[in-house]
């Protein structure tokens, strides 16, 4: 049985097989609210127990990006001819295989089945809008 410190060892020439063999596990919402933009996090898992997650922003024209690629966590551990690679090549090779991965269609998809849309990017400042624009009704009756 694994432990979540257990590496999954996987060699470079191997990276087609890992990547076909990834799939979707989990997308949520940040619970922080911003007022420009909607963020989260997502999961994906793979042969051997492989895990990779990592936050995302939904930029004003709707597409899902990685808010930071240098912070892709995962349990991978990349090996070339039985030598392990060091750190950069191994973010190269993270980076990598999320590109090349469909998971903005699934965040997107996510954004979308909560009513928050593609191309509304600013639907929390919207929220946010429609609550100070309540409260100021609110004012307006009270003076």
Do not use: C
């Amino acid at each position: 049985m694994r432990t979540s410190t257990d590496f999954v060892q996987v060699d470079v020439q191997d990276l087609v097989g890992l990547r076909s063999g990834m799939y979707h596990r989990l997308t949520m919402m940040s619970d922080a609210i911003d007022r420009d933009r909607l963020t989260g996090k997502t999961v994906w898992a793979g042969p051997n127990q492989a895990v990779l997650f990592w936050s995302w922003t939904i930029a004003p024209e709707g597409w899902a990006v990685l808010s930071d690629s240098l912070a892709i966590r995962s349990n991978l551990l990349f090996v070339e001819a039985q030598r392990v690679l060091a750190g950069p090549q191994q973010l190269l090779m993270i980076n990598q295989l999320v590109n090349q991965l469909p998971w903005q269609a699934q965040v997107t998809g996510h954004v979308d089945r909560l009513g928050l849309g593609r191309g509304q990017g600013t639907a929390r400042a919207g929220l946010a809008a429609g609550r100070m624009a309540s409260v100021e009704s609110r004012r307006a009756v009270v003076l």
